[in-house]
Each structure stands twice: as C-alpha cells, then as structure tokens.
C-alpha cells in the first residue's frame, strides 16, 4: 500500500472513471459511457486512450493544482497600486483608473474578488431607498435640472467652492463649473454658459433656494393683482422664456441629486489625481471630465429633436442675466448703491433709475432705455458741526453753619458774596452761577 500512488479526484471524475472502466471491459458501449458522462464519443475514446496508457490517473485533470494560463502577472502591483493611490476607490472606478493611468488592465470584478480575497476594505455601494419611478422627458432640452454642490472638492489642497451642475432629464448630459459661492451672480453665470453651448432650454427644474426663488412676501397691490415676488435669477429666467419649476424635496429632482454623489466620488478623485488646488485648475479639469462622462454614461433621447432654443439676434443676454436694482434718484443727481455714491452726469427728469450688476463685474444704469453717465464720489464733504451755545455751570453750594465747608478758606468769599449781593441764605442750601 506504501508504494501506491494517491489519486486526488474530485466526485465527478471518479464516476466517469466507473463508467469509462465498464466500457472498457466491454460491459457497456461507448455510445452509452458517452450518454451516461453527458460527453461526445470521441471524447470518450480519447479518455480511454489516456487511460490505458497512464492508468486511472489519467482521468484528473492535467492543470489541477497549477496556476491558470490566463492568470494576470500584475496582480501583485495593482493590489499594490489599489493601497496607495486608490483605497477609497471602489473595484469599477480603481479599474479604469489603473487602465487610464497606469495602463494595468484587470476586470472590476476581478479587482474586486482580488480585494476580497487579500483582505483589503474598499468602497462600497449604497443600497438606495425606494423611490416612485418617473419617466424622463422626451426630448433633449425640454427640462434641466439644476442645483448647487457644495463639497470638499479640493479636500484640503485648496479653497471651497460650489459645482453649480446642470443635468438634462431626457439624455443624462452634465453641465456645470465651480465657483466661490451658490448666489445669484454664479447661477447667472453658469446658466450664460450653458445657453452658450447647449441653447435655451424649455424649462428648469429648481429647488427653493433663496437664490432660485424669493422669500419676499408680496404686497398688498401685488396681491391685488396676483403678482409673485420673483428672485433676480427667476426674473431673468422669465425674460429668456424659461419656465421654472420648483422642486418640493430633493427626492423631486433626484437626478441631478444623483449626479452630485457621482461626481463628488469619482470628479473629487480625478481633481485628486490632477493635484488641482485652485478653482480654475478644477474648471480646467471639469472641462474635460464632462464630455467623457457623457460620452460613456448619456442615454439616447426617446424623441430626437432638439428643444433649445438658439438666441435671437436681437436679445441682449447681458442686459437679462444681470442684477436689476431700482434706485431713487436724489435732488442733487446722486444715487446710493450698495453702500456706495454715484452722481449721475446726464441732465433727466425722473425720480428712478435702474442699476444693473453684470456678471463681469461691470455696473450700468439706465433710464427707461437710455444708458447713464456717471462717477463714484469717493470723498464726501463733512459737514460742519455746530458749535454748542456756552452754559454756565451750575455749582450747589451749601448755607447751614454747621457744614464742614465753612471751614474752608473759600467760606469768605462765599460771605462776602453775601454782603454784596444781599442774598438770605436758605435753609438747606443756594444754588450760585459761576462763569
């Protein structure tokens, strides 16, 4: 028994092992070993040829216990590289990662199962809550959704900032830019951007920012006449012909609410990858983030046409997306604005004007629709104070005999003062006036 060999065979193969003995004994054909094994007769041949010349061992598979063929040779550094530039990358995004950047090629499952397998943790998936389904919009450029990001997108390499981002609900095409802030000025901004290269779209799909809808309450006479209190970015949007929808939860827009948490995976790592430290390195990095991203993850629309609307000659989009502010103009030509005097250089005759903030900066006014001169008055002049009428003072001085201040040398004045005025000291004291 010492000198036999051990066979290691999975279940299996010893019962084709039993078969293919029986056919060659004869007790069966080889059309039935075939049959019963589910092989093809020239398999069957072929495994009795193996047999009778290496014995029952040659029913085991030759590659048992050995390495795959098709093993990849790098697995050792690209579980390398996965720790130290990409552990908090999950399988699919560190797999295009390895293959853009280090031109390593594995399968995100396999990367996956190689993790699992080493012990590494890795980024996993959110289950995602229940949500009624809606169907998207038919055609590109009938709704946008839009809304602001704030995130740590350049950790702590660099400033915060907002990803205003823009999605289409018909294709899934992402717009957007980084700014400073999530305000009026930005959502301009960005949305001049967007019509620049896309057109005006058919509506937007807000939510209730005190930027995207106004937290005025309207007057009386508003009231009167059914007049919303419209913010500077709803108003603009109105002068294009946009109509705005407001969203009641984030749930509503859940699409561009999805977006963001993609993007602040996968655009937050990218600008990592880039070393980007400033808003215009980040810029420069969603510039070409963006297209690739639509390019791989954008769905074809269910109806081709196109529903932006290109500018019309004629509209000043300047003169739309900016700051309006209505200012009352003072008897000396002089308007104050943003804590700030301007004197109006042109002869009018009204008592209002409208001042506009540009988004590049620049500062317009303008009377119905003529365009105003004018300079800052950086020094004012100070008014002169008047000068304050002289009082005399007024000093209590006390009259009884037994008050510690007739001791006081100055208690001889005070007596002579007396004399010559002829003045009766009172009971408790006398009030005298002094120059």
Same mark, same amino acid.
């Given at each position: 028994m010492a000198g036999r060999d051990i066979i290691m065979a999975t279940q299996e193969e010893l019962r084709a092992l039993h078969i293919l003995r029986k056919a060659i004994d004869?007790?069966?054909?080889?059309?039935?070993? =075939?049959?019963s094994i589910d092989i093809s007769e020239r398999q069957v041949r072929r495994k009795i040829s193996v047999m009778r010349e290496e014995g029952d061992k040659g029913i085991v598979r030759k590659l048992r216990g050995r390495s795959s063929n098709r093993i990849l040779p790098h697995k050792d550094r690209i579980i390398s590289l996965f720790k130290d530039k990409y552990p908090d990358f999950g399988p699919t995004l560190a797999s295009e990662k390895l293959f853009e950047r280090d031109k390593l090629k594995v399968n995100d499952e396999? @990367? #996956? @199962?190689?993790l699992i397998d080493e012990g590494i943790p890795y980024k996993k998936r959110k289950k995602r809550p229940h949500r009624q389904w809606r169907e998207r919009k038919h055609h590109f450029g009938q709704m946008v959704q839009m809304d602001g990001s704030h995130h740590a997108w350049l950790e702590d390499r660099g400033p915060k900032c907002v990803f205003m981002g823009y999605i289409d609900d018909a294709t899934g095409t992402p717009f957007g830019r980084f700014y400073k802030y999530e305000g009026t000025i930005p959502a301009m901004d960005s949305f001049k951007r +967007? %019509?620049? &290269? +896309?057109g %005006?779209?058919? *509506? /937007?799909y807000l939510d209730k920012h005190s930027t995207y809808k106004s937290t005025? &309450?309207? *007057?009386?006479? $508003?009231? @009167?006449?059914?007049? /919303?209190?419209?913010s500077q970015f709803e108003r603009a949007l109105k002068e294009l012909g946009v109509d705005v929808i407001h969203a009641n939860s984030p749930q509503a827009k859940g699409r561009v609410e999805r977006l963001f948490n993609t993007f602040q995976d996968r655009l937050t790592k990218e600008l990592r990858l880039e070393d980007s430290r400033t808003i215009e390195d980040a810029n420069k990095v969603a510039e070409r983030f963006l297209p690739a991203y639509a390019k791989r993850f954008s769905v074809k629309a269910l109806k081709s046409d196109d529903l932006h609307r290109p500018v019309s000659k004629g509209m000043d989009i300047d003169r739309i997306l900016?700051?309006?502010t209505k200012r009352f103009l003072r008897n000396d030509f002089t308007i104050i604005h943003n804590g700030k005097l301007y004197q109006i250089l042109d002869n009018i005759r009204t008592d209002k004007v409208i001042?506009? $903030? #540009?988004? $590049?900066? $620049?500062?317009? %006014?303008w009377h119905k629709k003529t365009m105003l001169k004018f300079i800052e008055i950086t020094v004012r002049s100070k008014k002169e104070e008047p000068r304050k009428a002289f009082k005399p003072k007024r000093i209590y001085m006390p009259v009884p005999k037994d008050h510690p201040w007739r001791r006081f040398k100055i208690n001889t004045h005070y007596q002579q003062y007396q004399q010559r005025e002829k /003045?009766?000291?009172?009971?408790?004291?006398?009030? @005298?006036?002094? =120059?």
């Open positions: 004869k007790v069966i054909t080889q059309k039935e070993a =075939a049959e396999t @990367l #996956r @199962l190689w +967007y %019509i620049k &290269k +896309y %005006i779209p058919i *509506s /937007v005025g &309450k309207p *007057s009386m006479e $508003d009231e @009167l006449n059914n007049i /919303v209190p419209l900016c700051i309006k001042v506009e $903030d #540009r988004i $590049d900066g $620049d500062m317009i %006014i /003045v009766a000291p009172k009971e408790k004291g006398l009030l @005298l006036t002094v =120059a």
